[in-house]
């Protein structure tokens, strides 16, 4: 192993040395772990840190590693950052939810190769960034296609300034080629009414005309929006593909540098609409059950949407 100066089963025994220490000293029951096996990997948003994946059998194993709201994950790396000289972060991810998002990955791309889109190709791709989980996603995007932003700016109840800055700000860092469209502005009526019911569907939907006209002008022949409500859709000769719900993207891999990117749109339909923030915790807990949300992370969306 490059990054470490001893064989696998040493660094192992060092790990479980350290977690049963630490679990000690947090006064947490005394549990067998079994991990499974670890590797190492640069991290793409950061060369300078080193993302230690560790892999473990199961959720129960996975979950007393990382400890109630991740005290012992986040001790194993205090204790662990000054071995390296990279900063040092770890990722905790069971045999059993691997399997899962890579039988579904395998299964989105066979559905897509049957709807004559082989996704493997690189093809050029339009992809609409609005808000936090969007611009999280770039990098896995990446993977798949040759993406082409765009971003909806109808005003600033949707796209607030400092949500406006910050996508740009990332485009331009990361050198990728982008525009802010302005269809229309909303007025005051049509925001109301956003807010009365779900966001998504009242406004970000109703752009879905004016993705697939900017797409053909473009010769695109894919659009990749976040927010469709089916999975995949075939409209006017264009693919539309919600990304995130066909290909499996653990939250904590999109959260991005920095402050959340939330939709003040939905924060406030939550609020003011049982229904929105009934759909927007189910989709979370939904999350939760099928292994792409952590429960902390979890649990801390589903406050957001409480409040």
């Known amino acids: 192993m490059q990054y470490i100066d001893k064989s696998k089963e040493e660094f192992l025994s060092e790990i479980y040395r350290i977690v049963t220490k630490i679990r000690l000293e947090l006064e947490l029951n005394a549990s067998e772990i079994t991990i499974s096996d670890f590797e190492f990997k640069i991290d793409s948003e950061n060369n300078e840190n080193l993302i230690l994946m560790i892999y473990t059998p199961t959720r129960t194993d996975k979950s007393l590693l990382i400890g109630p709201g991740g005290w ?24 059993i939810d691997r399997k899962k998002e890579l039988e579904k990955i395998e299964n989105s791309k066979l559905y897509l190769r049957e709807k004559g889109l082989e996704i493997s190709s690189k093809k050029d791709a339009l992809v609409v960034i ?26 600033t109840a949707i796209l607030p300034h400092k949500n406006r800055n910050r996508i740009e700000r990332v485009f331009e860092d990361k050198n990728l080629k982008y525009e802010i469209l302005n269809p229309y502005k909303l007025n005051g009526e049509q925001i109301t009414d956003a807010i009365s019911k779900n966001p998504c569907e009242t406004i970000c939907n109703n752009l879905i005309s004016e993705m697939i006209n900017y797409a053909k002008n473009k010769n695109i022949e894919v659009v990749i929006f976040n927010h469709l409500n089916a999975d995949y859709e075939f409209r006017n000769g264009i ?65 957001k949407y409480l409040k």
């Open 130 to 155: 609005q808000c936090e989980y969007d611009l999280s996603s770039i990098n896995f995007i990446k993977e798949y296609f040759n993406p082409i932003f765009i971003t909806f700016d109808l005003g």
């Open 72 to 95: 012992v994950i986040g001790k194993l790396r205090e204790k662990l950052n000054g071995s390296f000289k990279e900063n040092l972060i770890i990722r905790v991810e069971s045999y």
């Open 239 to 303: 693919h539309m593909i919600n990304f995130l719900k066909m290909i499996p993207v653990k939250l904590n891999s999109l959260i991005h540098k920095g402050r959340s990117l939330d939709c003040p749109l939905l924060i406030q339909s939550c609020k003011r609409n049982k229904i929105t923030k009934t759909f927007k915790i189910k989709q979370i807990v939904s999350g939760v059950y099928s292994g792409l949300v952590e429960p902390t992370e979890g649990a801390e969306e589903i406050i």
